[in-house]
């Protein structure tokens, strides 16, 4: 498309559909008539600017209809996604609102955002900042470097394995063979509890912990079985997030957490069908049952960590108003990558910001852009819906709703803008009336023919 679209290159393009004609004629496949017609109407630019497509969801949910029905006789079919083009449009414009504000002062140029709903549907990909100039998806092929987004994987495990978030251990100096790792601020600060540690993104507790109490093989599976498609390293530093993911990958692990612990929601097609009206896949009928891969005590452990990490850890500038949230910066070695990955009851949206060269940025950390690209998304999506605890906490919502979470200090220019209004489609009674009556016609048995087909004629 880059070569031979009309608006870009359109002498190309005329060249390209002359050989197409040509071969079509010469297989026999069309007649001169029609050939000559289409050469005196050849391909002329359209104006698409003020066009919204969703064309890096549409390039992905492509692929998985292909996987999905790649046994069916039939070639020519019809799928509904789970896109919601309101969300899609919200994350387009959040991505490209910081980077237009603050991308040249950070030294980034890119970004990706993959939305789910926390039953698993997804209902935005941004795979870049502009599908014209590359379609290649930043959000389902770029696979980068997490930094501490990965930690989360870790103490879930060390979760599962027992410990609590009061647990203690030590922030220390610590060598693990010839690799000492460093925390961020080069410093130390003795004993502390699994969950400080966490919030507070130190480096050396996790190290430890898969050095002296989990060992890297099980973090490894347990990485895996939470959905996590892309190879994870088998070496010791994976543990500080060397490994590199796909921005999905992120969205699904992390899924895990907002859902209660169960793995292999995630989705993008609902029904696929021929013409004719034949259901060759359906969701609910034909999606292999979710796996439970953490425990609920685990799961509850995690959440009322990750809950902390907006208000008083390293990601307050995406406090939501309103609402409890939970998630966890990343910011990789030299400043390449910054990740936030962050969910609340009812969605959850993973941000990867950096650039395609992997050439450092200015200082910026996932807590910065984006934390704020997230929340200028999540403050859009969470308008006019009936808000839904994250699972396991106690108290999702803030006392005083206008206010976040917490007042993160501001920074000049941050989100000086607000988020747009999201328009009101359907009131929540009336949705869930909608999505109930739906329920009950997948349910119903089908009717069965009048046994006295007399009596069908005179009616």
Do not use: C
Not at 137 to 143: L, S, V
Not at 197 to 218: F, Y
Not at 234 to 256: C, F, H, I, P, R
């Amino acid at each position: 498309p880059a070569k031979y679209a009309p608006h870009i290159n359109l002498p190309a393009a005329r060249a390209r559909a002359n050989v197409v004609l040509t071969t079509l004629r010469f297989r026999g496949l069309t007649t001169s008539f029609q050939v000559i017609a289409a050469r005196r109407n050849p391909a002329t630019p359209v104006d698409r600017d003020d066009a919204q497509r969703p064309d890096y969801f549409l390039d992905w949910a492509f692929d998985e209809v292909k996987r999905i029905a790649a046994k069916s006789p039939v070639h020519s079919l019809v799928a509904r996604t789970t896109i919601d083009l309101n969300l899609q449009k919200a994350a387009e414009e959040s991505l490209e609102f910081h980077l237009r504000q603050h991308g040249k002062d950070y030294g980034v140029k890119q970004g990706a955002i993959v939305m789910l709903e926390n039953n698993g549907a997804v209902r935005a990909i941004v795979g870049g900042r502009d599908y014209g100039e590359s379609q290649f998806n930043r959000a389902t092929k770029a696979e980068r470097q997490t930094g501490s987004s990965f930690k989360p994987y870790v103490y879930a495990l060390a979760m599962e394995k027992g410990f609590t978030p009061e647990s203690v251990i030590s922030d220390g100096p610590i060598t693990w063979g010839n690799w000492s790792p460093k925390n961020y601020g080069r410093s130390y600060s003795g004993r502390m509890t699994l969950a400080t540690a966490l919030i507070k993104s130190v480096n050396t507790v996790p190290v430890r912990l898969a050095k002296e109490h989990l060992t890297i093989a099980p973090i490894k599976a347990l990485t895996e079985a939470m959905g996590v498609e892309s190879p994870v390293f088998s070496d010791k530093t994976m543990v500080l997030g060397t490994s590199s993911l796909t921005v999905m990958d992120q969205a699904t692990g992390y899924e895990v957490f907002a859902n209660g612990g169960l793995a292999g929601t995630r989705h993008g097609i609902t029904q696929i069908a021929t013409h004719s009206g034949t259901i060759v896949y359906d969701h609910t009928r034909d999606a292999p049952e979710p796996r439970r891969v953490l425990s609920e005590e685990a799961v509850k452990s995690m959440n009322s960590i990750m809950v902390q990490i907006p208000e008083t850890g390293t990601a307050r500038r995406a406090a939501l108003p309103g609402i409890r949230s939970a998630g966890k910066t990343g910011t990789t070695q030299s400043y390449k990558d910054a990740w936030y990955v962050g969910y609340t009851g009812n969605y959850l949206a993973a941000v990867w910001l950096g650039n395609d060269e992997s050439t450092p940025t200015r200082n910026m950390t996932g807590g910065s852009l984006p934390a704020m690209t997230w929340q200028r998304l999540m403050a859009y999506a969470h308008q006019n819906i009936d808000l839904k605890p994250i699972p396991f906490i106690e108290k999702p919502f803030l006392d005083k709703p206008d206010q976040p979470a917490v007042a993160a200090a501001p920074k000049p220019g941050d989100n000086a803008v607000p988020a747009p209004e999201k328009p009101r489609v359907l009131s929540a009674a009336t949705a869930s009336f909608l999505l109930g009556l739906a329920d009950r016609f997948r349910d119903a048995p089908e009717l069965a023919p009048p046994a006295n087909t007399e009596t069908l004629s005179a009616l």
